[in-house]
């Protein structure tokens, strides 16, 4: 299943909110990825800005928009961004791949 890092950035007043009842929001997103066939493998803070750092499996692109939109539509966030990661084992696997891949740059 396809793995994501999902780093997002909250807003004041989730912040605010969090002041006003300090939880671990982790049990709380975990469903959010359940619902759609997928996992919540970790869920960081920093410390020293607002913002979220996820590690998600999720079965596909659209499912993971999904949960994305409704998590966006909620107002916690003010952006997100999405990165595509694999672990360094799948690496090998990939540059393999690559290696039999026929390529002509440009000009050539």
Request: proline share 7%.
């Amino acid at each position: 299943m396809p793995r994501y890092m999902i780093e997002e950035t909250f807003t004041g007043q989730a912040m605010a909110a969090l002041l006003q009842n300090p939880e671990d929001r982790t049990e709380a997103v975990r469903p959010m990825y359940e619902a759609v066939g997928g996992r919540l493998e970790q869920y960081y803070v920093s410390l020293t800005e607002n913002r979220l750092f996820l590690i998600v499996n999720v079965p596909d692109q659209a499912n993971l928009a999904a949960v994305m939109m409704a998590n966006f539509a909620g107002g916690p966030l003010t952006s997100y961004r999405i990165t595509p990661i694999v672990t360094a084992s799948e690496v090998v696997d990939v540059v393999k791949r690559a290696a039999s891949v026929a390529y002509r740059p440009p000009g050539k």
